[in-house]
């Protein structure tokens, strides 16, 4: 019987060059899919970068209205603080202005003469003076003269110096006193007397 001898070279050699091809195929495959996952990738951050620049943008305008409404409410609140500093100082100075009239007509009544004022100052209830006198005496009578007064108490004398005001020599001096407006006396309660009727019962008047 004779032996059949088949070839099976050329038949391995297709079976390889197919899966060679079929390799290169995938590998092409798993190329384009990579390469289309990182286009995609791009793109999609892209678009997120795109979105969140647009984000900040718009929160960095917000911040700005956010700022520029801060600095109007300041402004306001420091308009406001203003008008109610203005009111408090006119009602003040209508509150205190027959006051005010009486310290400098009592100030004018009560200096000596000889003596005359540059300055005059009052912070609360203390009153400054600044002004020039003749003599040390004449400083005294006009501290004597404030202690006297219903509107001044506890003349205090801060300094006293020699100077020259007009050619002459003169003493300067600056002292403080309490201002205040005198307290209104007590009003008198009236005695009840008592007296008899026509009929002798005594009645209270």
């Not at 190329?31 to 892209?46: C, D, E, N, R, W």
């Not at 205090?156 to 110096?161: H, Q, S």
């Amino acid at each position: 019987m004779t032996a059949i001898r088949v070839n099976l070279l050329p038949h391995r050699q297709i079976k390889r060059a197919q899966q060679q091809k079929t390799m290169l195929a995938l590998l092409a495959f798993v190329a384009l899919a990579g390469l289309a996952t990182v286009v995609l990738g791009h793109f999609i951050i892209a678009g997120m970068t795109d979105n969140q620049t647009r984000r900040n943008a718009f929160l960095k305008d917000e911040i700005a209205k956010l700022d520029l409404q801060i600095k109007e409410i300041a402004e306001l609140k420091k308009k406001t603080e203003d008008l109610v500093e203005r009111k408090n100082v006119v009602e003040s100075l209508q509150s205190n202005r027959a006051e005010l009239v009486h310290l400098f007509d009592e100030i004018a009544r009560r200096l000596p003469d000889g003596v005359y004022l540059k300055s005059l100052k009052q912070t609360g209830g203390t009153v400054a003076l600044l002004g020039y006198a003749q003599s040390s005496a004449r400083v005294s009578t006009l501290m004597r003269n404030l202690d006297d007064s219903e509107w001044f108490s506890a003349p205090r004398l801060i300094e006293v110096k020699s100077a020259s005001q007009g050619g002459l020599r003169v003493h300067e001096f600056t002292l403080e006193v309490q201002h205040g407006a005198p307290q209104a006396p007590p009003t008198p309660t009236r005695k009840r007397t008592r007296r008899p009727d026509h009929h002798g019962t005594v009645r209270s008047q």
